[in-house]
């Protein structure tokens, strides 16, 4: 029986490393891939990633059990990239808003439109589907940063509204709001690539 999340960060404030690394090699794909769309820079997004292990293990004491481990993950991992990225601003060193050079929401983009009816199989069908992959990947680009955080959590990360305003810090109903208008403006995004309503 696998044991949860809750059960093994208990463990590793106890100075049960093994508990620690099944945590990691759960966690580890998704909150690098999480870091990396916001800092969209490989070598900081690794820095941050460690940061973020770094303090679980040296906070474990520190978790809440009311809260899942997972959220209490994502808000380490999200306030660090926040911190990251308010430097980057007063250092005016590049856009925030900057497209990423080789890591962008690329495959990504096919878990947002996998609701889409497919008609056919057929090469014509796949084609289309593709080209709104593609459409949709430059158009999430273009979302505001909290815009793509939300729709990242929730969508992406497939968490809760309740995990997504705890790590967010931030009411439930504004995450809702939140995610409304962020898919409202993506859908106006992709509209205007497309040229035709979807």
């Given at each position: 029986?696998?044991?949860?999340?809750?059960?093994?960060?208990?463990?590793?404030?106890?100075?049960?490393?093994?508990?620690?690394?099944?945590l990691f090699e759960r966690y580890r794909a998704r909150i690098?891939?999480?870091?990396?769309?916001?800092?969209?820079?490989?070598?900081?997004?690794?820095?941050?990633?460690?940061?973020?292990?770094?303090?679980?293990?040296?906070?474990?004491?520190?978790?809440?059990?009311?809260?899942?481990?997972?959220?209490?993950?994502?808000?380490?991992?999200?306030?660090?990239?926040?911190?990251?990225?308010?430097?980057?601003?007063?250092?005016?060193?590049?856009?925030?808003?900057?497209?990423?050079?080789?890591?962008?929401w690329e495959g990504q983009a096919s878990s947002l439109i996998?609701?889409?009816?497919?008609?056919?199989?057929?090469?014509?069908?796949?084609?289309?589907?593709?080209?709104?992959?593609?459409?949709?990947?430059?158009?999430?680009?273009?979302?505001?940063?909290?815009?793509?955080?939300?729709?990242?959590?929730?969508?992406?990360?497939g968490l809760r509204y309740r995990e997504v305003a705890e790590?967010?810090?931030?009411?439930?109903?504004?995450?809702?709001?939140?995610?409304?208008?962020?898919?409202?403006?993506?859908?106006?995004?992709?509209?205007?690539?497309?040229?035709?309503?979807?």
């Open positions: 029986m696998t044991e949860s999340d809750e059960v093994l960060i208990s463990r590793c404030w106890r100075g049960d490393e093994r508990s620690f690394d099944i690098y891939t999480f870091v990396l769309r916001f800092v969209k820079d490989h070598k900081i997004a690794e820095d941050i990633f460690q940061e973020t292990f770094i303090r679980v293990f040296r906070k474990a004491r520190h978790f809440r059990h009311q809260a899942k481990f997972s959220t209490w993950l994502y808000t380490i991992a999200a306030n660090l990239c926040r911190d990251e990225l308010k430097r980057r601003k007063r250092r005016r060193c590049f856009s925030l808003d900057a497209p990423a050079a080789d890591e962008k996998q609701a889409i009816p497919d008609a056919s199989d057929g090469p014509r069908a796949q084609a289309q589907k593709r080209e709104l992959s593609r459409v949709l990947t430059l158009a999430l680009e273009e979302l505001p940063r909290d815009a793509r955080l939300v729709i990242e959590l929730h969508v992406m990360q790590i967010l810090q931030c009411p439930i109903g504004t995450v809702q709001s939140r995610m409304h208008n962020a898919v409202q403006l993506l859908r106006k995004k992709v509209e205007r690539r497309l040229r035709k309503p979807i």
